[in-house]
């Protein structure tokens, strides 16, 4: 009895340690906010706007990667071909790239010296970074790699049958994906958005390499509490605190998959 | 002998006997982590660090670093350690409890906020002086030569955000020269805006001369007239009352100290 005791605790302990670990953090947070200057918080003019950006180019984001990412997805769950394990891992290197990794990579490829980058320059005279679209750029290098697992692993529980079905009713792959695939998966992609958006949201290192930081134009939310910490921490928590509060929407949105 | 060899060998000291071992293992293990030996019968003969850990402005990085080197060269067993961000930054993990023996900022207005009671006893000297100066790619691709060129719509400008002392410092310069510039980001440090410049991306940028000296050609400057331009003064902050922290100090102040300065585009103080 004594040692069963011992032995719960053992995991209990641990556990617990972990929960606080997660969670002393955010409470702290809460405590440390200015509740009645917060309405005066939010109205500054570094906090609106860069909620505005961050909304619009994670949304854009998020676009862009299911229009790419679910067709991937859906060849990287089916391909048989002996270079879709390869493919799949390539996929998966933003994924543990250090983000600020990324934005030097981002700024080699698309920057006005970069590889892509300078074709641009010369044929469109425009040139990607510290700009919004070096913002959406960021986010879905980053974002990109959580959509493609999380679909495809939908995907691939999806039984075979169905797709080979359709076919043999004479289907289009085209059509497959678009009539069967997709809306049997819709549970996957939305978790798959949820992540990938979450990440968008959260991108710092890429964006502040690749896109800089501009007040309305480049500045992303978490841009603008890292900036803020120094001159102004009570506008700096406030803005975490949406950013917070945001988060838990998008995890009550999951509910239904994580929280059963 | 100086009077500490490591500063954390005093909490292996007091130890009563029944608890002793367990204790006396845990403060092993601290001793280890923390890079100190403990000094206890046969072990002694480890030689002991003294490690200095140093916050300086990221202006400070090649000429501070070569210090440290020599530093460490010229006295054995010293250990030290050097981190670089924003002064800005430097004083707000001051402020937040950041282990730090010794500070250098750019500007004697970035101690503003520094909580006085963290400044040692008569820590504060003057270690080096700083002016503006605008860089561009090699080459000048943007035809930059003046301050007025950076109101050119065409052009991309750099500057350091206005948290950060080269920031602030190129606003005023910015103002009293009535130039609006056509800024495309705000940099956390001068090093982050310098590399924009150093990568091609940015057409011009306002930093320090030394951030220019210290580039070695790899960035081109374009001086600031003295009428507008602004002087920042290094103060060094000594934290602790170390003694290997003060000699440290002593050797940046000294005449080897300001040579590598000089070396890296500071003026004297």
Not at chain 2, 120 to 143: C, F, Q, V, Y
Not at chain 2, 159 to 185: F, R
């Amino acid at each position: 009895m004594r040692a069963l005791r011992w032995s719960r605790a053992g995991l209990l302990i641990p556990a617990w340690v972990a929960i606080a670990f997660l969670l002393v953090p955010l409470v702290a947070l809460l405590l440390k906010a200015d509740w009645t200057g917060m309405p005066a918080q939010l109205a500054k003019p570094s906090v609106v706007p860069a909620l505005r950006l961050s909304l619009l180019t994670t949304s854009l984001a998020l676009v862009i990667c299911a229009l790419l990412g679910t067709p991937l997805a859906w060849l990287l769950a089916r391909s048989t071909h002996r270079v879709t394990p390869w493919l799949r891992a390539l996929v998966t290197v933003p994924l543990v790239l250090p983000p600020v990794v990324g934005g030097v990579a981002l700024l080699m490829a698309y920057g006005r010296e970069g590889a892509v980058g300078r074709t641009l320059l010369e044929v469109a005279g425009w040139s990607i970074p510290f700009t919004p679209v070096a913002v959406v750029f960021a986010e879905t290098f980053v974002a990109l790699p959580f959509y493609v697992l999380a679909v495809e692993g939908s995907m691939r529980g999806l039984d075979p049958r169905y797709d080979g079905l359709a076919a043999t009713l004479g289907a289009s792959p085209w059509r497959t994906f678009r009539t069967v695939v997709v809306p049997m998966v819709a549970p996957g992609i939305a978790s798959g958005s949820a992540l990938a958006w979450a990440r968008a949201l959260g991108e710092f290192g890429a964006t502040i390499t690749f896109a800089g930081n501009f007040p309305g134009r480049t500045q992303t939310a978490p841009l603008a509490v890292y900036v803020a910490l120094e001159s102004d921490p009570q506008a700096a928590i406030a803005l975490s605190l949406v950013m917070l509060l945001i988060s838990v929407l998008v995890l009550g949105a999951l509910r239904g998959r994580w929280l059963r | 002998m100086r009077p500490q060899l490591c500063r954390h060998a005093r909490f292996a000291a007091p130890v009563a006997a029944p608890v002793a071992a367990p204790v006396a293992a845990l403060a092993v293990a601290a001793l280890a982590l923390t890079g100190c030996s403990a000094a206890t019968g046969s072990q002694a003969k480890a030689p002991t660090r003294h490690t200095v850990v140093v916050l300086a402005a990221s202006s400070l990085t090649e000429s501070l670093t070569a210090i440290a080197a020599d530093f460490e060269a010229s006295h054995p067993g010293t250990d030290v350690q050097l981190s670089f961000a924003a002064s800005s930054t430097v004083v707000t993990q001051v402020n937040q409890g950041a282990p730090a023996d010794l500070i250098a900022l750019a500007g004697t207005s970035s101690m503003g906020p520094l909580e006085k009671g963290r400044i040692a006893k008569n820590g504060i000297r003057s270690m080096a002086a700083n002016t503006l100066e605008i860089a561009t790619p090699p080459g000048n691709p943007g035809t930059v030569n003046s301050l007025a060129d950076l109101s050119r719509p065409t052009l991309k400008v750099v500057l350091c955000a206005a948290t950060a002392p080269c920031g602030k410092a190129a606003v005023k310069t910015l103002t009293a020269a009535d130039v609006v510039a056509h800024v495309v980001s705000y940099e956390t440090d001068v090093r982050a805006t310098l590399a924009k410049v150093r990568l091609g991306e940015a057409d011009a940028a306002i930093v320090y001369h030394s951030d220019v000296v210290s580039a070695r050609g790899r960035v081109h400057g374009v001086q600031i007239p003295a009428s507008v331009n602004q002087r920042l003064d290094y103060p060094l902050v000594r934290l602790t009352n170390d003694p290997t922290t003060a000699e440290l100090m002593t050797y940046v102040l000294s005449d080897q100290g300001r040579k590598r300065l000089r070396d890296y585009g500071f003026l004297m103080p």
